[in-house]
């Protein structure tokens, strides 16, 4: 078996430290016990997270074969496994599903909801190493600077969207693009009409002929 | 082969097992005093940061209880101290006396007194009912043991069911690279400063030497699930110089 690597043990750490905490969380974790999932982040990591005895245990890729598998890209894993979605499924730029589930899908629902019961509270975790003042500032800093880094994202995002539909014209706008496809339906529906009518039209001159 | 004919290791030197158990004995008999200064010379003071990573892994909550098996000089027992709180309670164990001595001034000199004890015990045969701890660590003791298996059999008795263990030891470097480096710093380098420092090369001699002849990451996660600990795994440690087993009685 490989070495699990530090990083992960950590993790684990902090999530069994935020399970140990709720009661919601001990609950989940409870009736997961002896059951195991495997995450397979596409084209970065495969791991192994493990119940028993109420503690969650979180391994390098392990030889025997898990109850359930959740696989997808880190973004769509962490969405899902966090709360953020309350189901696998959706679609990529590809049409394929973001995240694929094997196996029994219920322990893997379990899971991620265990996952989102044990959410660390990052104040709180700050707050052992600093105290709770500081621990108060730095996360509200921290914060702070997160909602800044996010809102400049989205707006430099939706100038670069605006200069590219607006001013280069390289790409089209929403609305251009519905009223676009709306008019090849309406031409598409039509071409249909038209060649109804000229295949009657065909019948009735063969049947005067 | 007869019992009186069993060799095991002693550094690089095959002994009988009384023999090693009394030379390991006198080799931290020697060191005793500066055991903690020269730890900080050898390891560039990363031992703390190693110790600290164990700690963060024991799951301990206030109230509970632990076991420190060749605790020496209590580096992990004030740690373990600190999450179980007044209400927890940590023994210190080493088959050394003169380890202990040091171990329980120091828990003393930092503020540590009724919730904690220090025993000496051997780790092979630990004189405590089973199912008393709900952690049990040994850092940087194992190598020095001398039937490592009955140790972790030991010490898988006096766990709790769901309690774990850490065991904290040097290992195979597996870094690309390191081995060569790691072999002439402690054939090299550490004798001397065991001479320097602790007046005694021949101890740190032996600790390179032990350390070659210890199981490595995978002999002993095997010996870990050989003595019963479940969801056993290693993490390694600068490049594995160091390795941390952890398992579970389930």
């Not at chain 1, 391994?59 to 997808?72: L, R």
Request: charged fraction near 25%; hydrophobic fraction near 45%.
């Amino acid at each position: 078996m490989p070495a699990t690597p530090a990083w992960l043990a950590s993790v684990e750490a902090l999530l069994n430290r935020s399970i140990g905490q709720s009661m919601r969380a001990t609950a989940a974790a409870r009736r997961l016990n002896n059951t195991s999932l495997q995450i397979d982040i596409e084209g970065v990591y495969a791991l192994r997270a493990t119940v028993s005895a109420e503690r969650l245990a979180l391994m390098a890729d392990a030889e025997s074969e898990a109850n359930a598998v959740i696989s997808g890209s880190p973004w769509a894993l962490i969405e899902l496994l966090t709360g953020g979605v309350k189901s696998a499924g959706g679609a990529n730029a590809e049409g394929r599903p973001s995240t694929q589930i094997r196996g029994d899908a219920e322990i893997a629902n379990r899971y991620r909801e265990l996952f989102a019961l044990a959410r660390p509270d990052f104040e709180e975790e700050l707050s052992r190493w600093t105290g709770d003042v500081p621990a108060r500032r730095l996360s509200q800093f921290a914060r702070a600077a997160f909602s800044w880094l996010r809102d400049g994202a989205r707006t430099a995002r939706e100038n670069i969207a605006e200069y590219l539909q607006e001013e280069s014209r390289d790409l089209v706008n929403r609305a251009e693009l519905e009223e676009f496809l709306l008019g090849v339906d309406q031409s598409r529906e039509m071409a249909d009409r038209i060649e109804i009518r000229l295949a009657r039209l065909e019948r009735q001159i063969k049947g005067t002929a | 082969m007869t019992d009186s004919d069993r060799k095991v290791d002693f550094g690089f030197e095959k002994v009988a097992p009384k023999e090693k158990a009394a030379r390991v004995r006198a080799v931290f008999t020697s060191v005793a005093g500066r055991y903690d200064l020269m730890n900080d010379l050898m390891s560039f003071g990363a031992h703390r940061l190693w110790k600290r990573f164990a700690l963060s892994l024991t799951g301990l909550r206030p109230g509970q209880s632990a076991l420190d098996v060749a605790g020496g000089t209590g580096d992990l027992t004030l740690g373990l101290l600190r999450q179980v709180g007044r209400e927890g309670r940590v023994i210190l164990s080493d088959i050394n006396p003169s380890m202990l001595e040091v171990g329980r001034d120091r828990l003393l000199d930092s503020g540590f007194a009724g919730n904690v004890e220090c025993i000496v015990a051997d780790a092979e045969r630990l004189p405590f009912a089973d199912n008393s701890f709900d952690c049990v660590t040994i850092g940087f003791g194992l190598r020095n043991v001398t039937d490592k298996a009955a140790a972790l059999a030991s010490m898988y008795r006096v766990l709790k069911s769901g309690g774990q263990l850490l065991v904290l030891e040097f290992s195979t470097p597996v870094a690309p690279g390191l081995k060569p480096l790691y072999d002439a710093y402690s054939f090299g380098v550490l004798p001397r400063l065991g001479r320097l420092v602790a007046h005694d090369a021949a101890s740190y001699r032996y600790l390179a030497e032990s350390i070659r002849t210890h199981p490595n990451q995978e002999a002993l996660l095997e010996m870990l699930r050989s003595a019963g600990f479940g969801l056993a795994r290693y993490h390694n440690l600068a490049g594995g110089i160091v390795a941390l087993h952890r398992g579970y009685k389930i």
